[in-house]
């Protein structure tokens, strides 16, 4: 886990196009896909749209509620984002990185 977070917070604080990414030049940003966006897929995906191509993989009615009302995350930073969001992985993603939290009794199905 801290090894994870580790990644996350590099993505989220240190790319912004001075840094090397898949032994290639930064681009500017990453497409990212979080598969299992509930409370602490969306937060981590919220945070890293900010700067990166997210897409948020998750229940109908909460994707729903994401694209209407954008996704709003409070505490010590407070944002409003409005990540791209599906039920499904779309056709013809092809993420740099995947973020998989789902609970651990679903991640059998996540795979599928």
């Known amino acids: 886990m801290?090894?994870?977070m580790t990644q996350i917070y590099y993505l989220y604080?240190?790319?912004g196009g001075r840094k090397h990414f898949r032994g290639r030049a930064y681009p500017g940003f990453v497409e990212i896909l979080v598969f299992g966006a509930?409370?602490?897929?969306?937060?981590?995906?919220?945070l890293?749209?900010?700067?990166?191509?997210?897409t948020l993989i998750g229940r109908k009615d909460?994707?729903?509620?994401?694209?209407?009302h954008g996704l709003r995350i409070t505490g010590k930073t407070v944002r409003l984002v409005?990540?791209?969001?599906?039920t499904r992985i779309p056709t013809?993603?092809?993420p740099e990185l995947v973020i998989v939290a789902?609970?651990?009794y679903d991640i059998s199905t996540a795979v599928r």
């Open 102 to 104: 789902t609970k651990s």
């Open 48 to 54: 890293l749209s900010v700067h990166h191509d997210v």
């Open 38 to 46: 509930g409370s602490m897929g969306s937060f981590f995906g919220g």
């Open 13 to 15: 604080y240190f790319c």
């Open 82 to 86: 409005r990540p791209r969001t599906a």
């Open 2 to 4: 801290t090894l994870i």
């Open 62 to 68: 909460h994707m729903d509620a994401v694209r209407t």
């Open 92 to 94: 013809g993603a092809s």
